[in-house]
């Protein structure tokens, strides 16, 4: 059994390092609409879809190559050039005009409006991911680029960098630097707000007075500004190394890569261990907030049961939302999905440790995700292609 930790301290780590190339790509495409067909070639930048919702980026192929099939949700480019598009000068205009190109070129301006506070979150969104680390100390450049990028069109009075304890955490331009404990899920963006304004926020729905952005967001904005090339790649964790890595790689390219190899019954885990997806299969690609890869080895993850809710109320205990994840995971169970809404379901950060904790190991983050999804369909005011409805997350082995 592999042992889990909360910990959010990254301690020392190596530098930033470019993955392997694959042969293949296969690109998400959870909420955009294609705008090429299969057997139209790609160079490495032209748009290949756009996003159907305000403040998504649009997608861009990674590699040159064929575009060999379209799905609903993804896109598989068969890689067989190095031949780039052109790229494209910024806007000398701030504020929206900036924000569409920025969109254009692929970045995720979702939230980035006019706000006198900006918070910059430096905080490991989850244990065993570093991404942050490497940025902050060898791209310093590139992230403030991005923040002078990000301030052109939030005008803010008041900036924030806001870091774990004990991680690297210098000063940043003329943000104020603070700390918060280096405990999983203080890197939770609503965990983050709360920390700086006192404000407890909903999910996806920070104040107005408020824009929160990761340092790989400014590195992501920084980089369009420096080559005037869209966005393509991610930044991931795997094992103790973080790699920049294009976006449709395959997770089971990567695992390969690592030297890992993956046995029947495993899981590959996209992100994080407590807020991860598992991937459909060894094709899935990354997407552009991948934060990293952990494989969960059949024996080693807990298993999660369809066990009936013992009321123990320990996951109430843990939960930073302070609701009640068992009254919600049976709402989920019996199909009573409004009923979920009178346990504030909206209210869940999805940080996944009320299912750490449950003594009967229901899969509670499964059932609240799932619960979420079919009340967006209810409502019929959210496109739901855009929640992932993957079942499983990865909660990785045992308590410490
Ligand atoms: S995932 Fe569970 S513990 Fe976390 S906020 Fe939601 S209900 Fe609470
Ligand atoms: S920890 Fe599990 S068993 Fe206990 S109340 Fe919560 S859901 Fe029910």
Known sequence: ???????????????LEKGSEPDRLRIPIPCHTPILSEGDQV????????????????????MAGIIQDILPYSMLIKVNGKDRAKTKKA????????KEWLRDMGAQVKNIDKAPILIINAVPPEPGISIYDPLLRDYRKTLELGLETVQRIVKPSKMFLVAAKGNRANAFANCTVMHVA???????????????????????????????????????????METGRPLTETIMTIGNRNYLIRVGTPVGFLAEQAGA????????????????????NLEQGVGKDTTGLQILRKDESLKTTDNFCLGCGECERHCPA?????????????????RAEDFHIHSCIECGICGYWCKAQRPLLQYI????????????????????????????????
């Open 182 to 224: 280096p405990t999983y899920p203080n890197g939770i963006d609503e965990m983050v707000i709360k920390a700086v304004t006192g404000q407890e926020v909903l999910p996806d729905a920070p104040p107005d007075d408020t824009v929160i952005l990761s340092v790989s967001d400014l590195y992501f904005i920084g980089r369009i």
């Open 261 to 280: 190899t993956v046995q029947p019954g495993d899981r590959i885990v996209m992100g994080g261990p407590m807020r991860g997806l598992t991937a459909i």
């Open 91 to 98: 806007p000398s205009a701030d504020g929206a005009p900036l």
């Open 43 to 62: 160079l490495v930048g032209t748009k290949i879809a756009i996003a159907n919702h305000d403040g998504s980026g649009d997608m861009h192929a990674p």
């Open 322 to 338: 302070r609701i009640m994840p068992g009254m919600i995971s049976r709402c989920a169970e019996f199909k009573q999905f409004k």
């Open 369 to 400: 995700r799932l619960a979420k999804y079919e009340l967006a369909l209810l409502r019929k005011d959210e496109t739901p292609s855009d929640m992932i409805v993957q079942a499983e997350t990865g909660q990785a082995g045992e308590k410490e």
């Open 1 to 15: 059994m592999t042992t889990f930790s909360f910990s959010l301290q990254t301690g020392e780590t190596g530098p």
